[in-house]
């Protein structure tokens, strides 16, 4: 059984409006180095995918420079390989109207001479919102021994209300077939088993559903357009076990950086040696630490220079930290520079940022302070 992959840039950039305001959901940066498309592209790879679309939508410069041609994840390839797709609009002929989309399912329709063109048995869906590493050739195994139509990865999850219909929960019975399609409300309470956006959809399948997509009127892709086929096609869940993390939030994102300070956690998202995470690669001198400097449960990217203290702090390339200051519990984006006597506790700088001398800052683990690209302070 062969596979192509399709991932979905922006669909919940406004989840995250702080970082998405001149970048896409998939090139937000994370964990010192990487981009989180890098979790989702490095899953297909790994896997033996070597074909993938990337929907995109607005603000994809820095997603097209990022990826470029593909090479760093091996997929620079005459045939094949990775390809941006931009929104497609035509008043003529276009299924959704000459308009930009607004959902997964209109996303896909603008994507479909891409999907009508790949000759591969499945699709693989997936977001870029997830961070994992998932060994999608177990999933295709699971998909291919069932003989089912549609695979949802899924993950056990505590929910706890919030924005009605912000998961969409897979009810299945003890064989893994599912029953029940279903959006989360503000009083969904307890553990469920939650889409993770990561599903496995025979390529025919796919598009029969988007051709009737268009004669329905359907919006929602999992609880309109699959859940009306639910009964006349076999669709399975397949449970992941592994480390899971989902940027619904700045509290989230925060979140998740600082649990790649854990041991535990880092090993199992790059601790598998067949399974290693990609990312554009750059030529940086190594970090410099000037006699004085102090770091304690960190994660230095090269091309810094520590002269202050830092602890449980994540700083991307090119980060400078003068004499006198203390960052602690924070972030800070790639080229961000601060004076001296700085104090800096749970907050995240976005690129370029500048803090002059003597600035105390200061957020909370939820709800952190969020300074934006190329600010002074």
């Given at each position: 059984?062969?596979?192509a992959?399709l991932?979905f840039s922006?669909?919940?950039d406004?989840?995250?409006?702080?970082?998405?305001?001149?970048?896409?959901?998939?090139?937000i940066?994370?964990?010192g180095?990487?981009r989180?498309?890098?979790f989702?592209l490095?899953?297909?790879?790994?896997?033996?995918i070597?074909?993938?679309?990337?929907?995109?939508?607005?603000?994809?410069?820095?997603l097209m420079d990022?990826?470029?041609?593909?090479?760093?994840?091996?997929?620079?390839?005459r045939?094949?390989?990775v390809?941006i797709l931009?929104p497609?609009?035509s008043?003529?002929?276009?299924?959704?109207?000459g308009k930009?989309?607004?959902?997964?399912?209109?996303?896909m329709?603008?994507?479909i001479d891409?999907?009508?063109?790949c000759d591969?048995?499945v699709m693989?869906?997936?977001?870029?919102?997830?961070?994992?590493n998932?060994?999608?050739n177990?999933?295709?195994?699971n998909?291919?021994?069932?003989?089912?139509?549609?695979?949802?990865?899924t993950k056990k999850?505590e929910?706890d209300g919030?924005?009605a219909?912000?998961?969409t929960?897979i009810?299945a019975?003890e064989?893994?077939?599912?029953k029940?399609?279903?959006?989360s409300s503000?009083?969904?309470?307890?553990e469920?088993?939650?889409?993770t956006?990561?599903v496995?959809?025979?390529?025919?399948?796919?598009v029969?559903?988007l051709?009737s997509?268009?004669s329905?009127?359907?919006?929602n892709?999992?609880?309109?357009?699959?859940?009306s086929?639910?009964?006349s096609s076999k669709?399975?869940?397949?449970?992941?076990d592994?480390?899971?993390a989902?940027?619904?939030?700045l509290?989230?994102?925060y979140a998740?950086?600082?649990?790649?300070?854990?041991?535990d956690?880092r090993?199992?998202l790059?601790?598998?040696k067949?399974r290693?995470?990609y990312?554009k690669v750059r030529n940086s001198?190594?970090?410099?630490?000037v006699?004085?400097a102090?770091?304690k449960n960190?994660?230095?990217?090269d091309?810094?220079?520590?002269?202050?203290?830092?602890?449980?702090s994540?700083?991307?390339r090119?980060?400078?930290?003068?004499?006198?200051?203390?960052?602690?519990?924070?972030i800070m984006l790639?080229?961000?520079?601060?004076g001296?006597n700085?104090?800096?506790n749970?907050?995240?700088?976005?690129?370029?940022?500048t803090?002059r001398d003597d600035v105390?800052?200061?957020?909370?683990e939820?709800?952190?302070f969020?300074?934006?690209?190329g600010?002074m302070i």
């Amino acid at each position: 059984m062969t596979a192509a992959g399709l991932i979905f840039s922006n669909i919940h950039d406004r989840s995250i409006p702080e970082m998405t305001a001149e970048r896409t959901m998939a090139s937000i940066p994370f964990g010192g180095r990487y981009r989180l498309v890098d979790f989702t592209l490095s899953n297909m790879v790994n896997s033996g995918i070597d074909k993938v679309g990337i929907i995109t939508h607005n603000n994809y410069r820095s997603l097209m420079d990022h990826i470029g041609n593909g090479k760093d994840w091996d997929l620079a390839r005459r045939s094949g390989g990775v390809r941006i797709l931009p929104p497609y609009v035509s008043a003529s002929d276009s299924p959704i109207g000459g308009k930009l989309y607004t959902n997964r399912l209109e996303a896909m329709l603008g994507a479909i001479d891409y999907i009508n063109h790949c000759d591969e048995d499945v699709m693989v869906l997936s977001d870029c919102d997830d961070i994992c590493n998932i060994d999608l050739n177990a999933v295709l195994d699971n998909h291919e021994e069932t003989g089912a139509d549609v695979t949802f990865v899924t993950k056990k999850m505590e929910l706890d209300g919030g924005k009605a219909g912000a998961h969409t929960i897979i009810v299945a019975n003890e064989d893994g077939t599912v029953k029940e399609i279903v959006d989360s409300s503000p009083m969904t309470r307890g553990e469920y088993d939650v889409c993770t956006n990561i599903v496995v959809i025979n390529r025919g399948f796919l598009v029969s559903l988007l051709h009737s997509a268009v004669s329905y009127g359907w919006k929602n892709f999992y609880t309109e357009a699959l859940a009306s086929v639910l009964a006349s096609s076999k669709m399975v869940a397949y449970n992941f076990d592994g480390y899971y993390a989902e940027i619904g939030d700045l509290a989230s994102y925060y979140a998740a950086n600082m649990q790649i300070l854990c041991g535990d956690v880092r090993s199992e998202l790059f601790g598998e040696k067949n399974r290693p995470v990609y990312t554009k690669v750059r030529n940086s001198a190594p970090t410099k630490y000037v006699d004085g400097a102090k770091v304690k449960n960190s994660v230095i990217a090269d091309g810094c220079v520590i002269e202050g203290t830092v602890e449980n702090s994540i700083l991307f390339r090119g980060v400078r930290v003068r004499k006198g200051t203390v960052v602690k519990n924070s972030i800070m984006l790639q080229d961000s520079v601060t004076g001296e006597n700085v104090t800096l506790n749970c907050v995240i700088t976005d690129k370029n940022v500048t803090i002059r001398d003597d600035v105390t800052l200061s957020g909370h683990e939820t709800q952190p302070f969020y300074i934006s690209k190329g600010k002074m302070i």
